[in-house]
């Protein structure tokens, strides 16, 4: 079973270098935490010990005077891969260790569709008109209609912090059901999947940093 690293301290006590935490969150103590992006949803903890709930991303923008995404979760997402890193920040989806290994994931979430209307539609439409009319009708819209297309292609990258022991001991674990489990530990990869639940995900490359 896989265990959610989010009940583990995600980040030492403290605030992050400020070009590194645009956003900042208060603890009732009175202290403030520096937060980024991609820890939206989750929780920090202060160095006064206590753990503080981040706010979802737009309110962490509202917060510092930007717009919000609102109900755009593929923005918000996007935005917090911006800079190249991966989701969770620093550490493994999956036992929680730190790591900047990274398995790249596509997720296709929407996709256009083509519909031709059928010339026996226009014909029952039609229906009182002369004969003649009818069949000249349905005639030219076997021939020439262009089919109608529907919806719009959204399609997203992902990046999901993974280790290379888990990679290596976890039997199973890039298959596309697996890889969905882990990316809904994320809270925003969640929100993603919530409003795109029969999105299609591609596994990609297991990315490992070259040291030295």
């Known amino acids: 079973m896989i265990a959610n690293p989010y009940s583990a301290p995600q980040s030492q006590p403290g605030n992050r270098a400020a070009k590194d935490s645009p956003y900042q969150v208060a603890c009732s103590c009175g202290a403030e935490i520096g937060v980024t992006a991609g820890q939206a ?3 920090a903890v202060c160095r006064c010990g206590k753990w503080v709930a981040i706010p979802n991303l737009s309110d962490l923008r509202r917060s510092a005077g930007e717009a919000a995404y609102g109900e755009d979760v593929v923005g918000a997402v996007r935005h917090a891969l911006a800079a190249g890193g991966a989701l969770p920040a620093g550490r493994c989806v999956s036992c929680g260790t730190a790591t900047e290994s990274r398995l790249d994931v596509v997720a296709e979430c929407e996709t256009p569709f083509a519909h031709k209307p059928s010339g026996l539609r226009h014909v029952l439409a039609l229906f009182w008109i002369q004969m003649w009319a009818v ?8 021939k020439g ?17 993974l280790c290379g022991d888990c990679r290596s001991h976890q039997p199973g674990l890039l298959k596309p059901r697996r890889v969905k489990h882990l ?7 969640r929100g993603l999947l919530d409003k795109y639940p029969r999105a299609r995900l591609t596994i990609g490359s297991f990315v490992e940093p070259r040291h030295g």
């Open 135 to 142: 069949l000249e009708i349905a005639g030219r819209n076997r």
């Open 41 to 43: 949803g989750e929780t």
């Open 145 to 161: 209609d262009a089919p109608e297309v529907y919806g719009r292609e959204v399609v997203v990258q992902l990046r999901l912090s």
């Open 183 to 189: 990316l809904r530990l994320v809270p925003l990869y």
